[in-house]
Each structure stands twice: as C-alpha cells, then as structure tokens.
C-alpha cells in the first residue's frame, strides 16, 4: 500500500509562487520515480514532472522553466516538492502526487488557483 498527503496549494495571483509538498509513504518507495500530475475541471490529468531516484527530472513542455521539482527520501517515505513559480491562470488545477510503481494509487489532491 502508498499513501499520498498533497499540501501547500492555495488562491494566488498570476505571476505568484506556490509550493506544494507530498508526503508519500510505502514499502520501498523511495527507489521509484515520482511524479505531480494535475487535473483542470472538465480536462484530463496531466502529467506535470517527474523526478527519478538519482534526481534527474522531467516536465511538461507548459511549465519547464517554471516549476521545479525535488524529493528527499528516508526509506519508506519520500518528500516530493514542486516549486511553481510565475503562475498562469491555466495553472489552475488540482495537483496530484503519483507513483507509477503503485498505479491506482491517488492522494486527495491539493487545489491551486490563479486568479487576479
């Protein structure tokens, strides 16, 4: 079993920084890739970054340059950040940690908005 514990998301305007922090916990997870993913209303979830065990990473053409992603790990849990800087209002979303090792596996999410 995982568990996903998303924070950090919140109202703010474009331009602004948020971030966000997972706390994912599971047997070995630590070793495996790690990912954010949103979902707008009425789109599909969308992958965001991604960040591998040895740190290297990987983003959406939307956001590189913008985000960032980083994790710590400590055995059976992994902290996975994602620092999102000048926001967009197509930013809106709820933002989602993800482990592709454990597939159905979802957190509740965290709710970012960016409106003026």
């Known amino acids: 079993q995982v568990q996903f514990v998303e924070s950090g998301g919140a109202l703010v305007q474009p331009g602004g920084s948020l971030r966000l922090a997972c706390a994912a916990s599971g047997s070995s997870i630590s070793i495996y890739i790690m990912s954010w993913y949103r979902q707008a209303p009425g789109e599909q979830r969308e992958l965001v970054a991604s960040?591998?065990?040895?740190?290297?990473?990987?983003?959406a053409d939307s956001v590189k340059g913008r985000f960032v992603i980083s994790r710590d790990n400590a055995g059976d849990t992994v902290h996975v950040n994602l620092q999102m800087n000048n926001l967009r209002p197509e930013d809106t979303a709820t933002y989602y940690c993800?482990?592709?090792?454990?597939?159905?596996?979802w957190g509740q999410g965290t709710q970012v908005t960016v409106s003026s």
């Open positions: 960040i591998r065990n040895g740190g290297i990473t990987n983003y």
């Open positions: 993800y482990c592709p090792a454990f597939p159905t596996a």
